[in-house]
């Protein structure tokens, strides 16, 4: 009997060491020999954020890991700026002639920017490969060109006589018509944004990211990150939003646009 105990103490020590000699596949972490925690090497996500004072973007990245915590990547992003002072306002106005109700308009808006953004970048965790469902913590940062595109805004405006309403134009604003644009009493509302569209311009720039990056299940095959940090924009021309007026005090332009940003991505590993 002592002889067989031995030999089956013995066996079964060879079995545990013979398994705890056993090496998991390269795409496989050490938590788990169930299959989570597999290490994917590309990622493709699609997002869209939210950015001061009320910017909207949308875009879409695509990434391949350097090492298990590092991810290089390159993004293509699309959405509007504003200005800080931009403020709308509807009048509530009807056209008699036509029955139609104004559109609500920025008061002392004169442009419209968008920015085209492509930029390269790298994402860091700072924690260990994450468990199935775990959050991830880290951070990335990006830079890369941006091409802004330079609409102007343009108004509805009453042509007629003050106190006898006329014909309903559209004008923009040249420099040389700011007391006509900027007259509230004839403003009926915004224009149409196809209008101008015609005229868009287009602004050289860069910009910088940098963020916070929580990583949702980070390791699953299924991609849910969420990004909050600042982003910069510097353009190369006139890139004025709003009127530098009298009747427009505090308002100043400048080609460096600063926001602070928090995006949410979608997507899959593969």
């Known amino acids: 009997m002592m002889r067989f105990l031995t030999a089956l103490f013995f066996l079964l020590f060879l079995s545990s060491w013979a398994s705890a000699q056993q090496q998991l596949p390269g795409n496989q972490n050490i938590y788990d020999a169930g299959g989570v925690g597999i ?17 909207f973007f949308f875009g879409v990245r695509s990434g391949k890991l350097i090492t298990y915590d590092k991810m290089r990547y390159w993004t293509a ?14 009048p509530d106005r009807i056209n008699l002639a036509t029955n139609r109700v104004s559109r609500a308009y920025v008061f002392g808006k004169q442009n419209q920017l968008y920015a085209l953004r492509v930029g390269f970048g790298q994402r860091t965790y700072l924690s260990e490969k994450a468990r199935e469902r775990g959050v991830a913590v880290g951070y990335s940062y990006e830079f890369g060109p941006t091409l802004g595109l330079l609409k102007p805004y343009y108004l ?4 007629g006589e003050p106190g006898r309403p006329g014909t ?31 005229e868009i311009a287009f602004r050289p720039g860069i910009h910088a990211k940098i963020a916070a990056h929580f990583g949702f299940g980070a390791y699953e095959e299924s991609a849910k990150l969420l990004e909050t940090g600042l982003m910069a924009d510097f353009f190369l021309g006139n890139t004025d939003i709003m009127i530098e007026s009298d009747l427009t005090p505090g308002v100043s332009n400048s080609p460096l646009f600063l926001s602070l940003f928090v995006n949410f991505h979608f997507g899959k590993r593969w």
Request: glycine share 8%.
């Open 77 to 90: 992003s699309f959405g509007d700026i504003r200005h800080s002072r931009e403020r709308r306002e509807n």
């Open 156 to 159: 509805e405006v009453d042509a």
């Open 168 to 198: 309903i134009v559209d004008i923009r604003h040249t420099g040389e018509n700011t007391a006509e644009f900027l007259n509230q009493d004839r403003i009926f509302g915004a224009s149409a944004w196809t209008v101008g569209i015609d």
């Open 39 to 55: 290490v994917y090497d590309h990622e493709l996500t699609f997002y869209a954020g939210l950015a001061t004072p009320r910017n």
